[in-house]
C-alpha cells in the first residue's frame, strides 16, 4: 500500500535499489551465527541500510550537499563488498549469493556515480 505521503527521493530508482538491497542483506544475516549478531552481521546491516538512508538525508539539500551525502552511499556500498566477501571466507553465505551481492551493489554504485556525475554537470 502506498502512502498518501511522498517524498520525491522516494522516486529515485536509486534509493529504491538501495532499500531493496537492505532488506536483503537484514534476510541474509540471519543465517549468520548467533556469535556475529554484534559483529559481522550487525556491521552489514548498517552499511547496507546506510546506502538509502544517505540518499534519504541528502536529497533535501543543496547539489553539493547531496553529492557529499551520495558520496557517503558510494563508501557505505562497498563497504558491503568487504562484508560480504568476509561471510562468504567465513561460510556464512555461499559463492552465488555473494555473487549476488556483489551484482546489486555494482548496479547500485553505478548509479549513485551517474547521479554525482549528472548533479556536478548541471
Not at 522516494?10 to 542483506?25: P, R, T
Not at 556469535?35 to 538512508?53: G, N, T
Not at 551493489?105 to 549513485?112: A, G, Q, V, W, Y
Request: proline content about 1%.
Amino acid at each position: 500500500m502506498k502512502s498518501q505521503y511522498h517524498f520525491k527521493f522516494e522516486d529515485l530508482k536509486v534509493y529504491k535499489k538501495a532499500i531493496d538491497f537492505g532488506e536483503s542483506i537484514n534476510s541474509q544475516v540471519e543465517n549468520f551465527p548467533t556469535h556475529e549478531v554484534y559483529k559481522l552481521s550487525s556491521q552489514f546491516i548498517r552499511a547496507a541500510d546506510s546506502i538509502a538512508l544517505n540518499i534519504a538525508e541528502g536529497s533535501a539539500s543543496s547539489d553539493a550537499n547531496f553529492m557529499r551525502y551520495l558520496k557517503m552511499a558510494w563508501d557505505s556500498a562497498h563497504e558491503c563488498v568487504a562484508i560480504s566477501t568476509k561471510a562468504r571466507l567465513r561460510n556464512y553465505i555461499n559463492f552465488d549469493e555473494n555473487e549476488e551481492n556483489r551484482k546489486k551493489i555494482t548496479e547500485i554504485s553505478k548509479m549513485i556515480s551517474s547521479l554525482i556525475k549528472h548533479l556536478k554537470n548541471k
